[in-house]
């Protein structure tokens, strides 16, 4: 279980203004909170929380420490949400949520896909329905990644969560017959060229002997 770093700093203020000011000042505003504890007001490094980010380490356990006033706190967490700004793209907000190591969690685990699908060797086209599943287990028991082999998936058919085999002490907590991935049939559209296509004037030389008949008939 890769555990990573965090400094943090206790804010006293909670106010709009004071926290437009740590933005202003390269912080971003942030609380910690859980159920042994009470909420605790952060602020936390714009650039180490860009970096947590970009090293996709935003979904790993972070040890936050904590100066509160000359005084260090250790707290294990997850980041349960992290607010971006849509226009500008800077880190906004940051709640962080308490870890207890003998307590069973929800998680989001990515699924890591393996070999070639046989339907797609066949002319088929693989679809990713789900990239990650929700499993219930202590956080010791988290994995990195679940593997699905896909080698044997033919066209039309799908592999749902039932299918995912996950190892002892984990729950999956989607539904069972959710599908994650399938291959689907490619629909063939027929495109008329220009060559099978009758030229205009072809078109209209067609069309005249059957005016002529129809004169005829009439008369």
């Not at 090293?55 to 509160?68: G, P, R, S, T, V």
């Not at 066949?122 to 679809?127: H, R, V, Y």
């Not at 984990?170 to 490619?186: I, Q, W």
Request: hydrophobic share 40%; charged share 30%.
């Amino acid at each position: 279980m890769e555990i990573t770093d965090l400094a943090a700093q206790v804010r006293k203020e909670q106010k709009k203004g004071p926290a437009r000011r740590l933005r202003q000042q390269g912080f971003v505003p942030a609380i910690f909170y859980g159920g042994s504890t009470e909420n605790i007001s952060l602020a936390v490094k714009s650039s180490d929380l860009f970096k947590l980010h970009k090293e996709k380490k935003d979904h790993a356990f972070i040890k936050l420490i904590i100066d509160d006033g000359g005084q260090k706190l250790e707290k294990l967490s997850l980041i349960k949400e992290l607010q971006i700004q849509p226009l500008t793209g800077k880190f906004y907000h940051a709640d962080f949520y308490e870890i207890d190591m003998k307590k069973k969690l929800a998680f989001d685990v990515t699924l890591n896909f393996t070999g070639k699908a046989i339907g797609v060797e066949n002319g088929g086209e693989l679809q990713h329905i789900k990239r990650e599943v929700k499993i219930l287990c202590l956080p010791t028991d988290l994995p990195d990644h679940i593997n699905v082999d896909i080698t044997s998936l033919e066209i039309g058919h799908s592999i749902k969560v039932k299918d995912i085999k996950i190892p002892e002490g984990l729950t999956h907590l989607d539904p069972l017959d959710a599908a994650v991935v399938s291959v689907a049939a490619v629909k063939v559209v027929k495109v008329e060229t220009a060559e099978e296509a009758p030229a205009e004037g072809e078109a209209a030389a067609a069309a005249e002997p059957a005016k002529e008949e129809k004169k005829e008939k009439e008369k």
